[in-house]
């Protein structure tokens, strides 16, 4: 643990990253082109060595660090979407 998360712990706060889930477009080395929602962005793969081409992964950082199914990257990327509706509607 850093000394900022202690910090922030003890003033009652957490800090959290989020990952998004995409779709594996292309690979190429240990790095992919991954499409979240309509951008499509260039990943390191090398924590996800198994993925293929048309599955789903989660990206957070600029790193590829999970598989995951297509219904629940869809469920996903559909709060994102929900999310931002409500941020801009304020």
Same mark, same amino acid.
């Given at each position: 643990?850093?000394?900022?998360? +202690?910090?922030?712990?003890e003033? #009652? #706060?957490? !800090?959290? %990253? /989020?990952?998004v889930?995409?779709?594996? /477009?292309? &690979?190429?080395g240990?790095? #992919?082109?991954?499409?979240?929602?309509?951008?499509? !962005?260039? @990943?390191?793969m090398? +924590?996800?060595?198994?993925? %293929? @081409?048309d *599955?789903?992964?989660? @990206?957070?950082?600029? %790193?590829? &660090? *999970?598989? &995951?199914?297509?219904?629940?990257?869809? &469920?996903?990327?559909?709060?994102f979407?929900? /999310? +931002?509706?409500?941020? @801009? !509607? /304020?």
């Amino acid at each position: 643990m850093t000394d900022d998360y +202690l910090i922030e712990k003890e003033k #009652g #706060g957490t !800090r959290m %990253c /989020l990952a998004v889930s995409g779709k594996v /477009l292309k &690979i190429e080395g240990n790095k #992919g082109i991954v499409e979240i929602g309509n951008m499509k !962005r260039e @990943v390191f793969m090398h +924590l996800v060595p198994d993925v %293929c @081409v048309d *599955e789903y992964v989660l @990206v957070h950082a600029g %790193c590829a &660090i *999970e598989t &995951i199914d297509e219904e629940e990257a869809k &469920i996903t990327l559909d709060i994102f979407k929900e /999310l +931002l509706y409500n941020e @801009v !509607r /304020l």
